[in-house]
């Protein structure tokens, strides 16, 4: 998984993975501090945001710099499908398990997005 030629993916998945796991055992303490009352529930839910959000930014690091070399006709048909891919997850995660089929939707998304971003990169550099 880990390529130095598509550069620096690697430490956004390192550090991706640290705040995953510091939100893991510290989310609680996170809402307590920074988001009302009302909310704190769904505490549990952090660390999955944050895990989506670094897989997604990892692809997209690795889509930018797919960008900075001239090939953007190679990005065309991943980032349309993977977006119609997120909104169908979406809205079929809110219908089906509300708030919780949405950060479930979020990561499949992210994931999609991610290894389709990793095989095209590494398409590029064989």
Same mark, same amino acid.
């Given at each position: *998984?880990? +390529?130095?030629? =598509?550069? &620096?993916?690697?430490?956004?998945?390192?550090?991706?993975?640290?705040?995953?796991?510091?939100? #893991?055992?510290?989310?609680?303490?996170?809402?307590?501090?920074?988001?009302?009352?009302?909310?704190?529930?769904?505490?549990?839910?952090?660390?999955w945001v944050i895990l989506?959000?670094?897989?997604?930014?990892?692809?997209? *690091?690795? +889509?930018?710099? =797919?960008? &900075?070399?001239?090939?953007?006709?190679?990005?065309?048909?991943?980032?349309?499908?993977?977006? #119609?891919?997120g909104v169908i997850f979406?809205?079929?995660?809110?219908?089906?398990?509300?708030?919780?089929?949405?950060?479930?939707?979020?990561?499949?998304?992210?994931?999609?997005?991610?290894?389709?971003?990793?095989?095209?990169?590494? +398409?590029?550099?064989?």
């Amino acid at each position: *998984m880990f +390529s130095p030629q =598509l550069g &620096s993916y690697n430490g956004a998945l390192l550090v991706t993975g640290a705040v995953f796991i510091m939100t #893991l055992i510290m989310h609680e303490w996170i809402f307590r501090i920074l988001v009302a009352s009302e909310y704190r529930g769904i505490s549990y839910l952090l660390p999955w945001v944050i895990l989506a959000g670094g897989l997604f930014a990892c692809g997209q *690091m690795i +889509s930018l710099k =797919l960008m &900075s070399e001239f090939k953007t006709q190679t990005l065309l048909v991943p980032k349309i499908v993977t977006a #119609l891919f997120g909104v169908i997850f979406n809205v079929l995660g809110a219908s089906i398990a509300g708030v919780h089929g949405v950060i479930v939707a979020l990561n499949a998304f992210s994931v999609i997005s991610f290894i389709w971003m990793v095989i095209l990169g590494r +398409s590029q550099y064989v």
